[in-house]
């Protein structure tokens, strides 16, 4: 049984898109990381493990002058070119695979939800690639599972090793790739670990969308937050480099 469940809660659940953000927590999320995004016109951006293209089409609302997303081969990148016909995908198994023609070349990177689910300890290598994508000037709006009691209520962490992280670990894996927060938020309470769950359920068991219902919607946490509360869910961080800190 746990096999068959671990199985369920690795990348393989419903292509779920929409063009407007759903009614559930993670879409608190993507309204967070975009409000943290802005001012986006004009700029080129890259969202690093774009999925099926939904949060990059919400950014694309604001108008960058270029619109990129990457993640590992699958059929989530056939929808994504299907779904946001004026970015441009590109599938890799590594960073270090996108071609040197885009090094200093994003103003933007968003990376959400997704270091979480690479290898143990790729973390420092995986923002050393970032950082050379990076503009002068550019930022990494970043988030992730916060470490604490929420981690307790993540199916994924007991079934596939799913990581949560402090803000003291992210600070010294940033310091290695000379990078450095200048901004940092906490999103989510106790209900929005119980609405995760059941997006699980629904998403990779059921392999439908799912909105969260009405009376569990009200007790949501919707905003980021500079204090971390018990059950705070992610960590949101404003990422520069080190030498262009102000």
Known sequence: MSGLLIRMFRRNGALV?????SSNSMSGRLVAAKN???PIKGKRILDVGCW???????LTEELPSESFGI???GPWIVEARTNVPSAKFISVSSLNEIPKKYDSYFGLI???????????NQEVNTFNALSKLLS???EIIFSTPAAGLSALLDPAWFLVGHRHYRFHTLTRILSSSELQVKEVYYFGNFWTSIDTIFLYITKHILRKNYSTPIALHKLLSSKLSNH???????IFLKICRT???V
């Open 243 to 245: 030498s262009e800190i």
């Open 17 to 21: 898109f929409s063009s407007k953000t």
């Open 36 to 38: 943290m995004s802005l």
């Open 228 to 234: 971390r509360n018990l059950f705070s869910t992610n």
């Open 52 to 58: 099926t293209g939904e949060f990059l089409n919400f």
């Open 110 to 120: 968003t990376f959400l939800e997704t270091i979480e689910h690479l290898p143990k």
């Open 71 to 73: 993640d590992i081969d």
């Open 136 to 138: 002068k000037g550019g």
